[in-house]
């Protein structure tokens, strides 16, 4: 009894110091919006980076989106539609061009917004169908039928996909409130389709959703979220889920039910989209030279 309750109380506990270092201040909200509006694609025939986000249903792929624009809007706008269902809201494969703030031109920043992950292959977006997508054949708008896969017939089906049809960056969703209660068949699919994604290519980051809702301090106060010992250790759980190292999650706060966007939810938000970019970039870093090197044989 006394085991258990000493391990609650250390998963309860409050670090001294953040275990990542981030500054929580207006300058450094400033200095991510510029870095992320700034942001060119790395390959000069690329105009935008595409990123798809991947994740169970309600893991919050869509007001990750939302939010993000949120920050540039100054305000919270809900541009991708959000469910609360158990089953997916969203059916279509939906690219969202980030824009910039108020008079400044659309970021080089696209979110591509899919179908949830279900249980198994019929209740949810399939391994074909996300392969289909990051290579580039899925027309924008593809309405998503797991009994109905994607093929060279699918209606706008891209067959020579150009670099700017593909992803260049997955960054698959997590919601920290249910680490613990998804299927347990989800880590070994996740870990079976991360492998099929390196095989082509392309970088993986995640995002761990939904901290303010484990975590009493940082639902009061987001700058605590690196200080709270319950949110490191749910991290630690979504790294095993995924199969890869927390150096490539990042804790994330969705706008929800606020109406006026604040300084430290956004300060974690571009911390998000700037690590997502930095591996979107390795993947034109990447893939270049192959592609030099191919046209002098």
């Known amino acids: 009894m006394s ?9 309860s506990a409050k670090l001294e110091s953040q275990w990542r270092d981030v500054q929580w201040t207006e300058g450094q909200k400033t200095s991510l919006m510029n870095t992320v509006s700034s942001y060119t694609p790395s390959c000069e025939e690329v105009t935008r980076a595409r990123v798809l986000l991947l994740g169970p249903v309600g893991s919050g ?5 939302s939010s993000v624009q949120s920050v540039f809007s100054g305000r919270v706008t809900n541009r991708a539609t959000v469910g609360s269902s158990s089953t997916s809201f969203t059916k279509k494969l939906q690219s969202f061009n980030i824009c910039g703030q108020k008079g400044e031109d659309p970021t080089r920043l696209v ?22 997508v990051i290579k580039g054949h899925v027309p924008e708008g593809h309405k998503f039928r797991p009994d109905q896969p994607v093929t060279s017939e699918t209606s706008g089906y891209v067959k020579w996909p150009s670099r700017n049809d593909k992803i260049h960056c997955v960054a698959f969703v997590v919601d920290a409130s249910k680490i613990g209660t998804y299927p347990k068949g989800l880590s070994s699919a996740l870990q079976q389709l991360r492998e099929h994604i390196s095989d082509l290519g392309v970088h993986q980051v995640a995002l761990l959703t939904h901290v303010d ?33 927390t150096s490539y999650i990042v804790p994330v706060k969705n706008y929800s039910s606020e109406l006026d966007v604040d300084v430290n939810t956004d300060v974690l938000l571009l911390s998000a989209v700037d690590h997502i970019l930095q591996y979107a970039d390795l993947y034109f870093q990447d893939s270049t030279p192959k592609d030099t090197e191919s046209k002098l044989q």
Do not use: W
């Open 3 to 11: 085991l258990t309750l000493n391990v609650a109380s250390a998963i």
């Open 61 to 65: 792929k869509s007001s990750f989106i």
């Open 111 to 132: 979110l591509c917004d899919t179908m949830g992950l279900g249980d198994g292959e019929m209740t949810g977006l399939t391994l074909h169908d996300i392969l289909s």
């Open 213 to 245: 809702t484990i975590c009493p301090e940082t639902a009061k106060d987001v700058t605590q979220v690196y200080k709270s010992a319950r949110i490191q250790v749910t991290m630690g759980k979504a790294a095993a889920l995924l199969g890869m190292s």
